[in-house]
């Protein structure tokens, strides 16, 4: 590279710009160069000051490059046309096709307008030899129409592609569509005769690099006339205001990539034009047309209306694609809720929902359209339908899935789980998901390999070769070379998964359902028990209860002690029954707590009286077991609870104490005051 007296960087004929050694990391967006059937002027705003210009403006225009810069636009236009140029920046985005008629050294130009970071750009190019009536007259008017009416995408596809070929002239159009990884296969194809067809060729994306597609996305046609022509160099090289490159993404003539010049000449290309297909924000595919005979230009107006077919197109697409998603979806919810039913039937053998499908395996297949199903429960056998692999190999794969419960999907299972090659004839392709829950019940489909065979357009595991100075080549031969892909089953679809997700759905709820009911019939029998229970003990607990009240009475005449030892025990006996009484009500206010109908008794009691209340009870078996208690009991305020409550609770905590303390042991018992609350410590 040489330093220019104007300061600019030039370039000459052995070096470019920028060393190539990435195609995806090269900067196709500022090749500081055109297409030389057109000119490029820069200027600045409001004045419309030229900046930058391309280097053949002498052979357009009759001026030199360096006459034109720092001059402003009125120097080159007539004043209509530089209000033309004011009108279409004025206008909004350039993207409204806003093509002009100028005229400078007396001779008419096409003429696009665009701004971008802050340099306002015309392209000029020499006015197609077509009147304004005729330009205003769409050329695919009835293409437009045309495309409107299909009722598919491969009738639009074949339709589009005779349409460009006829008004733009190329010897070759083609329809090109991406997968979900990038590479292209050609859909449909209009071609001359005697050329090779490459309707049903595929080429992989590296083909396309990243960053050229992102410009399809944001500049949606791009044409090169003559892929053997020479650049023109734009002067200077940066951009005076920002000491940048000049940013042309958004212009149609930028220059071509030495790589993609190259991909042209192996392919035996002299011209093209691509116009993007985007569906939501997607580059879904190309209208790429080719020459092979010659340069092509194309029209401006032509341009402009290719373009537009082009978004149509798009638009086509979308709503073909939603249409044909939208009947699919129709469908499978229809077989999704009739499977539901299924899952709802009471069957004594099962309570696993998802086994219960299985009644019905023709349309759980059909779903998804899989050839095989299984449902694996925990560590269980599998139960299966249709073609699947063993019930072993079924259990492997489970415990590969672990504990995923939402729909998982692959149309290479050996890819992921290098055990299932062994399965390829019948699970290749895996669809499934899992209900959450201990033991996991999981739902898995399979679909069989399908051994395709796929022509590339030359061999993709080829698509480049560095030469010994780095420098990157795409690759020479595009002749069609054949691929025999294995170990793979048809795609899954969006559909199929979310047919998947919506029978889990179903599968969830009806789940959710049938737990609920086995609570409440639980909650039922339970009821049943506690009334049985406590209408039996309290039968014999009322007869428990007079004979101490009637023992409490009694005396021995003569002998006080043993009197006073039998009220004692009268007493004891009372408060026993009363506590049995207790807990039986407690019983019975389980059922009341499910209901949310327990009321609690809450009044003032003194701390001291609620825990003498329980060593009353069971100081006897502190007594047997020579066990102490230490009190430690602070003053404090009455408490509001529940008296009968807290009773029942300190025994119990009491009661357990006496129980794991040795003998000779001693239980300490505590009160702490913390601030509106007391705790009792055992």
Same mark, same amino acid.
């Given at each position: ?43 600045? #705003? ?8 391309? #280097? ?22 007539d004043q209509s046309s530089v209000e033309a140029v004011r009108t279409a920046l004025s206008? /909004? ?130 044409i090169i006339a003559d892929a053997r022509s020479r650049p023109a160099r734009i002067v ?51 209208? @790429? ?47 999704? @809720? ?12 099962? %309570? ?17 359209? &899989? #050839? /095989? ?45 290098? &055990? ?36 590339? /357009? ?18 020479? @031969? ?17 559909? %199929? ?22 609570? @409440? ?6 009821? #049943? ?154």
């Amino acid at each position: 590279m040489l330093g220019g007296a104007d300061g600019s960087v030039q370039m000459n004929e052995e070096h470019s710009l920028i060393d190539l050694t990435n195609c995806d990391r090269e900067p196709i967006h500022i090749p500081g160069s055109i297409q030389p059937h057109g000119v490029l002027l820069v200027m600045t #705003e409001p004045d419309l000051e030229i900046i930058q210009a391309s #280097e053949n403006v002498i052979d357009h225009i009759g001026m030199r490059t360096e006459d034109v810069l720092t001059r402003p636009l009125s120097a080159l236009f007539d004043q209509s046309s530089v209000e033309a140029v004011r009108t279409a920046l004025s206008g /909004g985005p350039w993207e409204r096709a806003n093509a002009i008629r100028i005229v400078t050294s007396g001779k008419p130009f096409d003429a696009i307008v665009h701004r971008h970071e802050g340099a306002a750009i015309v392209e000029l190019e020499p006015a197609s030899a077509v009147s304004a009536e005729d330009m205003e007259h769409h050329p695919l008017r009835q293409t437009l129409i045309r495309v409107q009416d299909v009722g598919t995408v491969r009738e639009l596809a074949n339709i589009v592609v005779e349409e460009v070929k006829r008004v733009t002239g190329f010897d070759r159009v083609m329809f090109y569509r991406f997968n979900e990884v990038g590479d292209g296969s050609v859909d449909a194809e209009s071609v001359e005769p005697g050329l090779e067809p490459y309707l049903g060729l595929h080429y992989p994306a590296s083909d396309i690099p990243q960053q050229a597609r992102q410009l399809y996305l944001e500049n949606r046609l791009r044409i090169i006339a003559d892929a053997r022509s020479r650049p023109a160099r734009i002067v200077p090289t940066l951009r005076p205001d920002t000491g940048a490159p000049l940013d042309l993404r958004f212009a149609v003539l930028r220059s071509v990539s030495p790589i993609h010049l190259e991909y042209m000449a192996n392919m035996g290309l002299r011209a093209s034009m691509s116009i993007a297909l985007v569906v939501r924000d997607r580059l879904w595919g190309l209208i @790429s047309c080719a020459n092979h005979t010659g340069p092509r230009p194309v029209a401006q107006y032509l341009r402009v209306a290719c373009d537009f077919l082009g978004r149509l197109t798009s638009l086509q697409i979308d709503a073909l694609e939603d249409r044909e998603a939208a009947a699919r979806r129709t469908s499978s919810q229809v077989t999704a @809720s009739q499977l539901s039913d299924a899952m709802r039937t009471d069957d004594d053998a099962t %309570d696993n929902v998802l086994e219960k499908l299985l009644a019905r395996s023709g349309e759980l297949l059909r779903l998804v359209d &899989a #050839e /095989g199903v299984a449902v694996v429960e925990g560590t269980g056998k599998p139960i299966t339908a249709g073609r699947t692999p063993p019930p072993a190999f079924i259990q492997e794969i489970a415990k590969w899935l672990e504990d995923r419960t939402s729909p998982f999907s692959t149309a290479s299972l050996a890819t992921q789980f290098p &055990a299932a090659a062994v399965a390829k004839n019948v699970a290749s392709g895996l669809l499934t998901f899992a209900l959450p829950g201990q033991p996991l019940r999981r739902l898995l489909w399979f679909r069989p390999e399908i051994v395709r065979t796929v022509t590339w /357009g030359g061999d993709p595991r080829k698509p480049a070769k560095r030469d010994d100075s780095m420098r990157l080549h795409p690759r020479a @031969s595009f002749a069609a070379w054949q691929e025999e892909v294995r170990l793979q089953s048809h795609p899954w679809t969006d559909g %199929d998964l979310a047919a998947a997700e919506d029978l889990r759905r179903y599968a969830l709820e009806i789940d959710l359902e049938r737990q609920v009911l086995r609570a @409440s019939r639980a909650v039922f029998a339970r009821d #049943e028990i506690l009334a049985i229970v406590s209408h039996d003990l309290r039968n014999p607990l009322g007869v428990v209860q007079m004979d101490a009240a009637h023992l409490k009475t009694w005396e021995v005449p003569g002998n006080k002690d043993i009197s006073s030892k039998l009220r004692a025990s009268a007493d004891r006996i009372l408060r026993s029954v009363s506590l049995m009484s207790r807990l039986i009500a407690d019983l019975l206010d389980m059922a009341k707590i499910d209901a949310g109908r327990l009321d609690l008794r809450r009044e003032p009691e003194p701390s001291r009286a609620l825990i003498g209340d329980a060593l009353s009870i069971l100081e006897p078996l502190a007594n047997a077991k020579q066990i102490t208690f230490e009190k430690e009991l602070t003053e404090a305020p009455p408490v509001n609870a529940d008296r009968d409550r807290i009773f029942y609770v300190l025994s119990n905590i009491i009661g357990n104490a006496i129980k794991f303390t040795p003998e000779g042991g001693t239980i300490t018992l505590r009160t702490e005051r913390r601030r509106s609350e007391l705790l009792i410590i055992v």
